[in-house]
């Protein structure tokens, strides 16, 4: 059965930085794509971020670049995402889904992962 559990989250001044973690069970990371989303209040949810961890590809939304960095360990079953630099604008709820090979692309599409995790608080303030 499938299980996909984020954790990480919390709170933290600008230019901080944080390390979510998505940890995947029930499914094989590596035949698998993973992406980060992220919801604000009163806001659609966005993608942040995503890979293709059998082959490396990531993708970055223009927001993130440069800040975020996403990796994934198959033996863990785990995908991370370090977020360096926060802004205020940064802050929500941030969402791990899984979607097949082929779900990660250049748009982080949340239309394509079919299983979500429950999502972990970021908070960015001074």
């Known amino acids: 059965q499938l299980h996909i559990e984020e954790s990480g989250g919390g709170s933290v001044q600008p230019g901080g930085s944080l390390r979510l973690s998505c940890a995947v069970s029930?499914?094989?990371?590596?035949?698998?794509?993973i992406g980060w989303f992220r919801q604000a209040p009163g806001k659609e949810r966005e993608g942040v971020s995503c890979?293709?961890?059998?082959?490396?590809?990531?993708n970055y939304a223009d927001s993130v670049k440069g800040r975020f960095t996403i990796s994934a360990d198959n033996a863990k079953s785990t995908v991370y995402l370090q977020m360096n630099r926060l802004k205020p604008e940064d802050k929500g709820v941030y969402y791990c889904?899984?979607?097949?090979?082929?779900?990660?692309?250049?748009?982080?599409?949340?239309?394509?992962?079919?299983?979500w995790g429950q999502g972990t608080q970021v908070t960015v303030s001074s």
């Open positions: 889904a899984l979607g097949p090979l082929g779900s990660c692309s250049a748009d982080v599409v949340k239309g394509r992962y079919p299983y």
């Open positions: 029930g499914f094989t990371l590596a035949y698998n794509d």
């Open positions: 890979i293709r961890s059998s082959g490396g590809m990531t």
